[in-house]
């Protein structure tokens, strides 16, 4: 349906019947048309109270379906439906929203408010009790991580039951290969650069998985090492700006899928991602980077000599110190991002200096989206 189906005031009554569906007039005067299959699936008797799913099964319908009679009354559009003994009753303001070629509102939908290296100060800080006790600071807290994609939980338990309790207010754990729950901690035979005391170059966590992990949490048990602060930079951020000054390079990034890799004696995992992730609308939704897990690109030779200047051109702006926050993680905190979005790092440190143990785990940036709607809309069935 295209926004022509919005026509001319009618009488406030009068529903008309077309062959393929039903002719509304809207509360504000106008008139919109609905698919009469659209109408018959999506009658309020087809979803089931109690488990709020559609039980109606449109598949088995024997014929199309087709109006016997359609009138408005009471604020709602009644349709009898012909070969069925079967009455439809839609509000007329529900309609409304449906009548208008728009994807039907999601308040999880928020716009992205893109950071820069002065943002440390302004990062949205949680209390780990706060967040166990009030929804509504929940519903913050996960509006910060939808908007600006990273946010700081204070004051958690030096336990590792902490990190259990606050991914419960947001999901479920999504394991990785490396399993449900991981530590950063110097390895004496390390398999990853994160387990030594090396410097993590800027970084999004495992991108050699199909779909990597959506929420990252690094619970910050110990930090008393000399070196080894923390490096942080919003992706959106720097890669709007790349779109404006580079916009062919731009184009690249976003549109080739590069390989990447995660391998030791017994995994080898390998998927290709875009460096610049877009959403729905366009816009810039985040970042695949890494630099210790970019596989040997098989991309055609001739292809790379514009691929690779592009590639190089937005990791250096990546370091561009405009965009990258530094600071040091202290014990007690919880580091939680957007690891699609937020680019992340850490400097070289001493590790005979003193402790480092950060306790992490990853959540479904999905299921996050879904416990934000359900704190803060009004479902159709309540
Ligand atoms: C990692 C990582 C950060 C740190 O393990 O992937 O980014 O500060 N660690 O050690
Ligand atoms: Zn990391």
């Known amino acids: ?57 449109i598949f088995h319908a024997s014929a199309a379906p087709r109006a016997a009679s359609a009138h408005v009354h009471d604020g709602a559009l009644e349709v009898v439906w012909a070969g069925e003994n079967h ?30 290296a002065d943002h440390f100060a302004d990062l949205g800080r949680f209390a780990f009790a706060d967040l166990m006790n009030d929804p509504a600071r929940v519903a913050a807290w996960l509006r910060a991580l939808i908007v600006e994609g990273m946010a700081i939980v204070t004051d958690m338990p030096d336990n590792d039951d902490a990190l259990v309790q606050l991914v419960a207010k947001m999901g479920h754990v999504r394991p990785t290969f490396f399993g449900q729950y991981f530590d950063v901690l110097t390895h004496a035979v390390p398999t990853n650069l994160a387990y030594t005391a090396k410097a993590l170059e800027l970084h999004t966590d495992t991108p050699a998985e199909d779909l990597a992990p959506g929420i990252q949490f690094l619970h910050c048990r110990a930090n008393t090492t000399t070196g080894g602060e923390s490096l942080f930079l919003d992706g959106v951020a720097v890669a709007n700006d790349f779109r404006v000054s580079n916009p062919e390079q731009f184009r690249l990034l976003s549109e080739t899928a590069i390989p990447f890799y995660c391998e030791h004696d017994d995994y080898d995992m390998r998927s290709r991602q875009t460096v610049i992730e877009l959403d729905a609308h366009g816009e810039v939704a985040g970042l695949t980077i890494s630099q210790h897990m970019a596989d040997v690109f098989d991309l055609p030779q001739q292809f790379l000599d514009a691929y690779y200047p592009a590639f190089c051109a937005f990791g250096r702006l990546l370091q561009d110190p405009k965009y990258v926050m530094r600071f040091r993680m202290n014990a007690g905190e919880c580091l939680v991002f957007d690891n699609h979005r937020v680019v992340h790092g850490r400097a070289a440190y001493d590790a005979a200096s003193g402790a480092r143990h950060l306790h992490g785990c990853y959540a479904d940036r999905g299921e996050m989206r879904s416990r934000y709607r359900a704190l803060v809309s009004e479902s159709r069935f309540k």
């Open 87 to 116: 009455t439809s009753r839609y509000p007329l303001d529900w309609l409304a929203s449906y009548a208008a070629p728009k994807p039907r509102h999601d308040p999880a939908d928020l716009p992205r408010h893109a950071w820069y």
């Open 1 to 57: 349906m295209t926004s022509a189906a919005l026509a001319t005031p009618v009488p406030a009554n009068s529903a008309r019947i077309t062959p393929t569906g039903v002719c509304v007039p809207l509360p504000d005067g106008r008139e919109a048309y609905f698919n009469a299959y659209w109408l018959r699936d999506n009658c309020p008797t087809s979803f089931d109270r109690q488990t709020r799913e559609r039980v109606f099964d």
